[in-house]
């Protein structure tokens, strides 16, 4: 993983990390900092798909300099076309908001990419998330395809359906249908939605992956518990870019 380089200013490499920011609605159980994951979600103009992409190769350097970039990635299968996803990991807001301030002071960045590439871009969507507390980063083995899923749940929080909602995840898991990169609750945008990045090692092996889970009891088990606090369901297939750190 990529870490704050020289390129940010001073203020901000000695910055002190701010108290932990709770919500008051939050419920259940929550993590000891204030490390947050935001994902970005960019729906491109298709004739400057490559384009965008292209741009971006050529400069993320710029982009990383001041903050890490977990994962970038485009988006293959699963509602609108020529879309890009990317998530950012964030001490805090205050860390946020000082990343953002320099950026924006960045010349080089800002002329090399942002003004030509906001052309380009049709619509934007972030969301605010973190890990649930029982989930953690993980490196994929090797290169390979992600898979996003969201679940939309019903009210309450980790608290309501946290426990069931594990069991479905790690039957899965521990019965090597597929591996888990990290659990993600949203904490700013569709709230009461759990974010679950998926790796396998190609398209084909997660679809026979999901055909075998689907026959198991023991996930079939799980999976019924679970639903009992789903609302709904949606996912897509994440192709990942040639500078993305998760690959």
């Avoid at 030509?116 to 290169?143: C, F, G």
Wanted: aromatic share 12%.
């Amino acid at each position: 993983m990529l870490v704050l380089r020289s390129g940010l200013t001073k203020a901000l490499a000695s910055r002190t990390l701010a108290p932990q920011v709770c919500s008051s609605f939050a419920t259940g159980p929550r993590q000891y900092d204030g490390t947050f994951y935001e994902f970005r979600t960019y729906y491109l103009k298709p004739s400057n798909m490559n384009a965008f992409m292209e741009n971006l190769k050529k400069n993320i350097h710029l982009r990383t300099s001041y903050s890490e970039l977990v994962g970038f990635w485009s988006v293959e299968f699963g509602g609108r076309m020529n879309k890009v996803f990317h998530i950012w990991k964030y001490d805090n807001f205050a860390h946020r908001a000082e990343v953002r301030k320099a950026l924006a002071n960045c010349k080089e960045w800002q002329e090399q990419s942002i003004i030509p590439n906001l052309a380009r871009i049709d619509k934007q969507e972030t969301e605010i998330t973190y890990l649930i507390p029982w989930s953690k980063l993980e490196k994929p083995p090797k290169e390979g395809v992600y898979e996003l899923a969201v679940f939309q749940m019903k009210p309450g929080g980790p608290a309501l359906w946290g426990d069931a909602f594990e069991r479905a995840i790690n039957a899965h898991v521990n019965l090597g249908y597929t591996k888990v990169v990290g659990v993600f609750h949203t904490e700013y945008g569709e709230l009461n939605r759990v974010h679950v990045l998926w790796w396998n090692e190609s398209a084909d092996s997660h679809a026979a992956g999901r055909h075998k889970s689907h026959e198991d009891p023991r996930v079939v088990a799980a999976v019924r518990e679970s639903v009992n606090y789903l609302v709904s369901q949606q996912n897509m297939l994440l192709i990942p870019a040639s500078f993305s750190p998760l690959k």
